[in-house]
């Protein structure tokens, strides 16, 4: 590079420096399922909640059943209130499920209904109360009498008379009722494993209808009379869509239902192969900026539209999903470690869509609900997209409380700054306040390979105490594939490539791992380690490092370092 060239990029690098210095400062102790949860206790005025957010629907017991989650995790009293008070408003002493407390009772006539039943048998544990277990009873019976299909598919919808309702599945009604059985079940010893065998068996018949062969993923609904235009000869019997969302339900129930199913059951090897095929779809479609999948799924960033080129968003529930069934599926075993990688990802591409306004949280980019689109542009409609919606609040709370964001007993969590250091130009500290220091380590200019000696680098020191293989995570700032990686090395062993993808001017923590996504162990004793980074590319710089026996777990924003 000449003298002139090397000066420009230097300068454009100090005047990005510039920039940085006026961006707003991370929170870096935030615990960001408790804040989501935490929202739900008063409206955006600092009120109590009232009014639909209330309500006996399935989205907003999702919702609830995320605060249940945090509570479990935090024993946060205020949360379990608040699932109380709802449950109570909706459940009668004698079981029966009311719209409010001395009202006219819900008509349990859509899978979408029955959905809230799953948050009733988490109040009827957590309170002992009676009506509770009465009310599950009560939707137990119903899901027996439920119509179906010939194939023995559930309806989505209870309602004879309607030929637009008979014969008619959709892929979200698989969540409205499996977890729900799998959970009756286990809390039920009368029930024995009529309900666990009866939500393997719907499971694998929705698949059969709705599990695309090719991609894995799944149409939003399916039509056994082809009453519906999008089900009419010559088209096939499901809807032309791969919706987000409805992919998500799916896999969610997959993942709910596999966990409680006995090794040798009847059903366990289809649904694992469906498992397997749908994370084949996750990984194919992941979209890597912001970190999660578009509302179209298996479509481009833009589709073509009658109303012109419209864009594919990134949307928040589905994607919250989908990072928790692959985070789910990887704890037991079922994924390799590599694919815990998409849900870090997608886990870092959701906070990141967390804003804190007169400290409430708010999350953006979920869609409200869809009914089942003919087309494309019929799922992308911005308006729909909104603040605060409780299937996006609900599948975010599933995907932070899941063990991704827990360390176990024993797991080991050391942190360090990279900027506490020796660092040698071009590779110097910069003040950033996103920093969780106030500062960071840049590279602020191209230096080649490891070969070419001591030039940028940054050393640093962590002491560990007790040995083990752990994973390394570095919390970087990497705007663009110019500015995305460094070398790397640990106690002076061979040099490591340690690139992260893309991120514009966010930090976001990044594990170091091979090509193919596979984590690098790195097997260490206890004491004193020093890890070098050079050579990186210019623009690339590294906040804060962590080392952990936690194999699988995403830091996200943490402020302290810690042994457990």
């Not at 996504?517 to 962590?546: N, Q, R, Y």
Request: proline residues 6%; contains cysteine.
């Amino acid at each position: 590079m000449s003298g002139f060239f090397a000066a420009l990029r230097l300068s454009l690098l100090l005047a990005a420096a510039l920039v940085l210095l006026h961006m707003p400062a991370a929170r870096a102790d935030t615990d960001w399922g408790l804040r989501i949860a935490e929202a739900a206790l008063t409206n955006r005025q600092g009120a109590p909640v009232s009014g639909s957010a209330r309500a006996w629907q399935y989205q907003q017991a999702l919702y609830l059943y995320g605060l249940k989650l945090v509570y479990d995790r935090t024993g946060d009293r205020r949360l379990l209130e608040h699932v109380k008070q709802w449950g109570y408003r909706h459940v009668e002493p004698d079981g029966r499920i009311v719209a409010a407390p001395g009202g006219a009772a819900i008509e349990l006539d859509t899978l979408d209904s029955l959905m809230p039943g799953l948050l009733v048998l988490q109040l009827w544990q957590a309170t002992g109360d009676q009506r509770f277990r009465l009310a599950a009873d009560t939707i137990r019976q119903r899901l027996r009498d439920w119509p179906r299909t010939s194939s023995g598919a559930f309806w989505h919808r209870d309602a004879p008379s309607s030929r637009f309702s008979s014969n008619v599945i959709w892929a979200d009604g698989s969540f409205m009722f499996t977890p729900f059985l799998v959970e009756y079940s286990r809390l039920v010893p009368g029930d024995g494993r009529t309900g666990l065998d009866e939500a393997a068996r719907q499971l694998d018949v929705y698949g059969r209808h709705l599990q695309d062969p090719d991609t894995g993923l799944l149409w939003h609904a399916y039509d056994q009379d082809r009453d519906f235009m999008w089900a009419r000869l010559p088209r096939p019997q499901h809807a032309p869509v791969i919706w987000c969302r409805a992919v998500g339900w799916y896999g969610i129930s997959l993942v709910t239902v596999l966990d409680a199913l006995p090794e040798g059951h009847a059903y366990r090897p289809a649904l694992m192969a469906r498992l397997a095929k749908l994370v084949e779809g996750y990984r194919s479609t992941f979209v890597a900026d912001p970190g999660g999948w578009r509302q179209v799924m298996a479509g481009p960033a833009v589709i073509q539209t009658e109303n012109g080129p419209t864009q594919n968003f990134v949307e928040t529930s589905c994607s919250s999903m989908h990072g928790y069934v692959i985070s789910k599926a990887v704890t037991r075993r079922w994924l390799p470690l590599a694919d815990h990688a998409l849900a870090a990802r997608a886990l870092q591409g959701m906070i990141d869509r967390v804003s804190l306004e007169n400290g409430r949280a708010s999350l953006v980019g979920a869609v409200r609900g869809t009914g089942i689109g003919e087309k494309a542009a019929d799922y992308l409609d911005l308006t729909r997209v909104v603040v605060d919606d409780p299937h996006g609040l609900g599948a975010f709370l599933l995907l932070h409380e899941t063990p991704l964001r827990r360390l176990p007993p024993g797991t080991v969590l050391v942190r360090q700054e990279a900027e506490s250091g020796l660092a040698r130009r071009p590779m110097s500290p910069w003040q950033y306040p996103g920093a969780s220091g106030g500062r960071l380590v840049l590279m602020t200019d191209a230096t080649g390979g490891p070969a070419e000696g001591p030039v940028g680098r940054a050393l640093v020191r962590v002491d560990l105490p007790r040995p083990g293989n752990y994973r390394l995570w570095g919390r970087f700032r990497a705007p663009d594939e110019a500015s995305n990686g460094f070398w790397l090395r640990v106690d002076g062993g061979d040099w490591i490539w340690w690139q992260v993808e893309p991120h514009r001017s966010r930090l976001r923590w990044t594990d170091l791992s091979r090509g193919n996504g596979e984590p690098v162990l790195l097997p260490l004793m206890a004491g004193s380690h020093f890890i070098e980074i050079a050579h990186g590319k210019p623009g690339t710089a590294i906040d804060a490092l962590v080392l952990t026996t936690g194999q699988i777990y995403v830091p996200v924003d943490e402020a302290t370092a810690e042994a457990r």
